[in-house]
């Protein structure tokens, strides 16, 4: 079974830094995709940023230039830096996984942590 388990949410004053972290339990299998989606009240899920083999690096277009994303491949870890954050980045972020099981690329979700930013 594989599990994400992501940690770091919390509430920020704008204009604060807030770091996510997320692990993966791949149960052997390899991960050659991680990435961070954000939801708000009435808004669809959105992709905030996304770290693929090779590595190929790709950020929403609101969070560009603010926010880092980083992986480390051996620990099957993926960490999102936030800076500068501003009340409308207020969200539930979700860790989301890419794990190639056979010939079979499945995406595998965390459970989300909210994310605050408010003066």
């Known amino acids: 079974q594989v599990q994400l388990v992501e940690s770091g949410g919390g509430l920020v004053q704008p204009g604060e830094s807030l770091r996510l972290s997320c692990a993966v339990s791949a149960n052997g299998f390899s991960v050659t995709a991680m990435s961070w989606y954000r939801q708000a009240p009435g808004n669809q899920r959105e992709l905030v940023a996304k770290?693929?083999?090779?590595?190929?690096?790709n950020y929403g277009d609101a969070v560009k230039g603010r926010f880092t994303i980083s992986r480390d491949n051996a620990k099957n870890t993926c960490d999102l830096r936030m800076t500068s954050l501003q009340p409308e980045d207020t969200a539930v972020y979700y860790c989301?996984?890419?794990?190639?099981?056979?010939?079979?690329?499945?995406?595998?979700w965390g459970q989300g942590t909210q994310v605050t930013v408010s003066s």
């Open positions: 770290y693929a083999n090779g590595p190929r690096i």
């Open positions: 989301e996984a890419q794990v190639l099981e056979g010939s079979w690329v499945r995406d595998y």
